[in-house]
């Protein structure tokens, strides 16, 4: 099995393109999985990073269901009465 990649607190901010604070704001108000080996030492790994933002996705791809409408007539609007 392939271990997952450690990544700093700083690989995260790094990744996710946010201050230190919004990382803090992250892991107290969003539990943001983190591995907290002392006061200033934190870790995350890449696998958990991954599926967080799977969860917090906003805009989230979803399957399109096209379906034609027949009783819809464009001769209705276009053609002179």
Do not use: A, G
């Amino acid at each position: 099995m392939r271990e997952d990649k450690l990544m700093t607190k700083y690989e995260v901010m790094d990744y996710l393109n946010i201050s230190r604070r919004h990382f803090e704001k992250l892991v107290t108000e969003e539990n943001l999985p983190i591995i907290k080996i002392t006061q200033n030492k934190r870790y995350m790994r890449l696998s958990d990073l991954n599926r967080y933002m799977n969860t917090k996705m906003v805009n989230k791809p979803q399957e399109v269901n096209q379906e034609s409408q027949p009783d819809f007539e464009w001769n209705n609007i276009w053609s002179k009465k």
